[in-house]
């Protein structure tokens, strides 16, 4: 039996969209974030959502927006907004289309809000902008892509998120932190064996508190209270504001990475390393984004306590 012409057109279009999928379940992070900056930069009139840019890549809302955050700098909501306004400002000063459909240009459903949003990014209201001939300091998607790519440095992203946890108890097991990998072994066996009703999820966490030149390694989940089994090892640590640091082992990361170092020494915003005890320490968080420290595409979150100098 031939095929219809259609028959044949929707089994090429399956292959085609088969393929495409393929291909876009095998890009790396930086290659989905990438395309996903084109296509907001292509469509700044119509209503981007989360959902829908993480759809697009076969990946899910929140950890579409935990990597674009981490690779962007901002969140996606924020860059969506600052993309829009800067092209609303390059067409205030080189065209003459009536205020209000360059808002709806820019996927603002009203002269108000659109008014509202370019003045607190701009400072005055579009009319004024243009009135004054003023032009926009434009940077293309490219330029963007070249230099969040520059940021990595030794598996690290080097301007990190500025975060807040309360109090964190973890429940695990402690060591030389020389031997982590043992330690991490020593908390497994527990962990399998040994109930743990008051544990607040599977994440797990990995303390180390620095002491001169020894270490101490406190691994673990968090619990909502002490209240575990005396077979396990319990570290409290303080609220506290941490600086958030995406890293990927695969790519040489090491906690003493000289990147965050670098990053308390110079940063502009004031933050300096917070201690525990009078000690220096750091917190490893491994959520569903960590897959093994051979994989390419594989997150670790650290963090480094702050406080305000």
């Known amino acids: 039996m031939l095929l219809s012409d259609t ?25 989905r974030i990438s395309l996903a900056m084109k296509y907001i930069d ?11 840019l ?14 674009f955050s981490a690779i962007v700098g901002k969140a ?14 390059v067409l205030l000063s ?26 607190n990014c701009y400072g005055m209201p579009p009319t004024e902008y243009r009135k004054r001939g003023l032009y926009p300091m434009v940077t293309t998607v490219g ?4 230099k ?13 998120r500025i975060i807040r946890k309360e109090k964190l108890i973890i429940a695990g097991a402690s060591g030389d932190g020389n031997r982590t990998g043992e330690v991490w072994e020593q908390f497994m066996k527990l962990y399998e064996t040994v109930e743990m009703p008051n544990k607040l999820s599977d994440n797990g966490y990995e303390v180390r508190i620095y002491d001169n030149d020894k270490c101490t390694v406190h691994v673990g989940v968090a619990v909502s209270d002490a209240n575990v089994d ?36 110079n940063n502009d915003r004031g933050w300096s390393q917070k201690l525990l005890g009078g000690k220096p320490y750091v917190v490893e968080f491994y959520d569903e984004r960590y897959t093994g420290n051979d994989d390419a595409e594989s997150i670790v979150e650290i963090w480094v306590p702050v406080r305000k100098a």
Not at 98 to 117: H, K, M, T, W
Not at 143 to 146: A, D, Q, R, S, W
Not at 148 to 160: C, K, M, Q
Not at 245 to 253: N, Q
């Open 76 to 89: 996606i909501a924020e860059y969506i907004r600052d993309r829009r306004l800067e092209h609303a400002a």
């Open 230 to 265: 005396g077979r396990f090892s319990v570290t409290e640590l303080p609220a506290s504001h941490y600086a958030s640091f995406d890293v990927y082992p695969a790519r040489g990361y090491e906690s003493e990475n000289s990147a965050m170092d670098e990053w308390l020494a």
């Open 42 to 52: 292509s469509h700044l009139a119509e209503d981007i959502s989360i959902e829908r």
């Open 54 to 67: 993480a759809d697009m890549f076969y990946l899910s809302p929140y950890y579409f927006h935990r990597t």
């Open 94 to 119: 080189e065209t003459d289309k009536p205020v209000i459909e360059i808002g709806l240009e820019c996927g603002y459903d009203s002269a108000q809000a659109f008014s509202r949003a370019f003045k």
């Open 148 to 160: 969040f790519t520059n940021r990595l440095r030794g598996g690290v992203f080097v301007n990190p």
């Open 7 to 31: 028959m044949i057109s929707l089994i090429k279009y399956s292959q085609t969209a088969v393929s495409w999928r393929e291909r876009r379940m095998r890009m790396s992070s930086f290659e």
């Open 143 to 146: 330029e963007l892509i070249v």
